[in-house]
């Protein structure tokens, strides 16, 4: 059974802190694995990763994949309270034609001012 | 383009009562799914389809069906509404094929079965 396992599931910090939240995953075929924030609604897409030890980033917020040890990490440098958010992964295994997305439990981060 | 749009936003049901969460998209994805998000779960894929006519079961169909008659629409019926239904429900889509698991997500709809 495919499985997606975040950590930590709730985390509170500081403004200006950086934050590593974590993913691991055991997936039958894996094609790549997703980061989405979701605030109080929809989940926003932020790095899609297909490939080991390339580090996608934007602005504040990176992140990397290693598939020998089948996991990722999601990055914030310079916490802002903006940043507070459930943080989702969810991987994609290679099936033909489909996009059926495993997700795990999400990881809640608080920033406090 | 609107996106990916759902209605209700919000839908409390009595046991036993029937009916249909709207899904539509405007940006001609072929691939469209439903997911159900419980409080320390994550999303948890319900019914997906890779186009019209086509459709299939994710990790938890029971209690749900669903038909793609168009490429832009995909609605999810509860059949008999069982406190168990209570959740709130997300619609999805994204291109087939390919890399492109991008899944744009739609608003959300809450819905409350007592």
């Known amino acids: 059974e495919d499985k997606v396992v975040q950590s930590p599931l709730s985390l509170v910090v500081h403004e200006g802190d950086t934050v590593t939240l974590n993913c691991s995953y055991e997936?039958?075929?894996?094609?790549?694995l997703l980061w989405y924030k979701q605030e109080k609604k929809a989940p926003t897409f932020l790095f899609m990763l297909t490939s080991s030890g390339i580090e996608k980033k934007s602005g504040r917020l990176s992140s990397i994949l290693d598939k020998k040890e089948l996991f990722s990490i999601l990055n914030i440098t310079a916490t802002q309270t903006g940043d507070s958010a459930v943080y989702l992964c969810?991987?994609?295994?290679?099936?033909?034609?489909?996009?059926?997305?495993?997700f795990g439990q999400g990881t809640r981060l608080t920033i406090n001012p | 383009n609107a996106g990916v749009t759902q209605t209700p936003k919000f839908q409390v049901l009595k046991t036993g009562q029937s009916m249909t969460l709207q899904c539509a998209q405007d940006m001609n994805h072929e691939y469209m799914s439903w997911y159900r998000q419980d409080p320390g779960m994550g999303l948890r894929l319900i019914h997906y389809?890779?186009?019209?006519?086509?459709?299939d079961q994710g990790e938890v169909p029971n209690g749900y069906n669903v038909s793609r008659s168009t490429t832009e629409d995909f609605p999810l019926r509860l059949l008999s509404a069982a406190p168990s239904q209570t959740s709130v429900y997300f619609c999805?889509?994204?291109?087939?094929?390919?890399?492109?698991?991008?899944?744009?997500f739609g608003p959300g709809t809450r819905l409350t079965v007592t």
């Open positions: 969810a991987v994609g295994p290679r099936i033909q034609g489909a996009q059926k997305l495993v």
């Open positions: 389809s890779v186009g019209a006519g086509i459709t």
């Open positions: 997936v039958t075929n894996f094609r790549s």
């Open positions: 999805a889509s994204s291109l087939a094929g390919g890399n492109n698991y991008e899944q744009y």
